[in-house]
């Protein structure tokens, strides 16, 4: 991606889908068996396909890395959920957002939003800088004149998660993508925490959306995965060179697997999303709890963007607070849970508790940390879809553990 003082390229958009997201999810890039009859797609483990003479493969396929059958297919899926004429898969969402850096020329400058998920401010801050891309974190892209404010002959993209992890801050992303678009700059979103079912940011101008496909999109915590979508043939020629020239491709079980869980995306998400909030009025009724982040609240600071850009105002599965006792609070409220398992990650059926700061955080310096709002006592949650009356009794048991000092014996569910 290269910065011209013309504006950017506006290319067409996708046609708008026949079909509900529902119907999309379940037969979006899911042919049944020309030979066979097959309903369920084969999975195609070959890395490399026959051909009749030379250069002339016997069907679409040469070697695995550059496409497959299954990669095809989970891509197509993914372009159909997105609202993207185009969908790009990578082996993580990690390596997703390297080869959308990789893209940029020596000496791009990136603005982001400064509460990105840990692994994206620790390739912005230590590997985009040895290959000459300067990144500048702002909390501030809700008003979009800051924007302009930092906005350099150089910057060529700016980088949105909305919701922010693990603050679950929102932006604007019509206002923040038509701005971006008047300097000739392109709008990444990462989508990750939402998943297609609740935003579509193409749809509110941005230009590539980027998933941890690990999270929502796969939803059974069994697969690492990353995907983009996106409009513009520029863009897709420029990214789809390097998802073959870097190669960091998922494996074809990868892609039929987050392709068979995709299909389910709308009702994990929905269910997700109501667990969620009850918890967070759960947690903001509790006279343990500081703070409670959850844009499905009528309290949170962006309600209103969440009601303007997310599927009926949904809050989504995700939320955060701030718990009485500080880090150890923290670690208390984790331990106790029963229903909750402690680990990293987010976005599968099954809940999830952790703690940011010295967990998926603790690479971020403390000051910018804190700065983002990610203080030692903020516990995340990620709420799968068990039953909410389970998933209250844990929440109350624990907060008592961990404030009141009782011993809680973690028995599993
Ligand atoms: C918002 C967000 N973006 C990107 C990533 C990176 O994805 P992956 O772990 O698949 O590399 C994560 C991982 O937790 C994330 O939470």
Request: hydrophobic share 40%; charged share 15%; net charge negative.
């Amino acid at each position: 991606m290269t910065q011209t003082d013309a504006p950017i390229e506006t290319p067409p958009r996708a046609p708008t889908p026949k079909h509900q997201f529902g119907t999309l999810a379940v037969h979006a890039g899911s042919p049944h068996d020309p030979v066979t009859g097959a309903v369920i797609e084969a999975i195609s483990l070959s890395t490399t396909f026959a051909q009749t003479t030379v250069g002339q493969p016997v069907g679409a396929y040469e070697y695995t890395r550059s496409s497959n059958p299954n990669r095809d297919n989970f891509e197509t899926s993914i372009a159909a959920l997105e609202h993207a004429r185009y969908a790009l898969a990578f082996s993580s969402g990690s390596a997703t957002t390297a080869n959308i850096l990789q893209s940029l020329a020596a000496g791009s400058h990136v603005i982001s939003v400064s509460d990105v998920y840990g692994g994206t401010h620790r390739y912005f801050t230590k590997v985009a800088a040895a290959h000459g891309v300067t990144v500048t974190f702002t909390p501030s892209l809700n008003l979009h004149t800051s924007l302009t404010e930092l906005i350099r002959p150089t910057t060529t993209l700016v980088w949105i998660e909305s919701p922010s992890n693990p603050t679950l801050s929102l932006v604007d992303i019509r206002a923040v993508s038509s701005e971006a678009h008047k300097h000739g700059i392109n709008v990444v979103v990462d989508n990750t925490f939402c998943s297609p079912y609740v935003q579509t940011p193409l749809d509110l101008g941005a230009d590539i959306v980027v998933h941890s496909v690990t999270k929502y999109i796969n939803g059974h915590s069994d697969v690492l995965m990353g995907v983009a979508a996106l409009n513009s043939p520029v863009l897709y020629e420029q990214l789809s060179f390097l998802q073959n020239a870097i190669g960091a491709v998922p494996s074809a079980f990868d892609c039929w697997l987050a392709h068979r869980g995709v299909k389910t995306l709308h009702l994990r998400a929905r269910a997700a999303s109501e667990n969620a909030l009850r918890i967070a009025t759960l947690l903001s009724e509790s006279p343990h709890v500081l703070a409670v982040n959850y844009p499905g609240l009528a309290s949170h600071p962006q309600r209103s963007i969440a009601i303007k850009q997310h599927r009926d105002g949904l809050g989504g599965g995700m939320l955060s607070f701030r718990i009485r006792g500080g880090s150890e609070g923290a670690a208390r409220f984790c331990a106790a849970t029963q229903i909750f398992t402690l680990a990293e990650s987010l976005g599968g059926v099954e809940s999830l508790v952790e703690v940011p700061a010295s967990m998926t955080h603790g690479g971020i310096p403390r000051e910018a940390r804190e700065a983002a709002g990610v203080w030692d006592d903020l516990v995340r949650v990620s709420c799968g879809i068990e039953d909410a009356v389970d998933l209250e009794a844990d929440v109350r048991q624990a907060l008592e553990v961990a404030v009141n000092g009782h011993n809680g014996v973690k028995n599993g569910a």
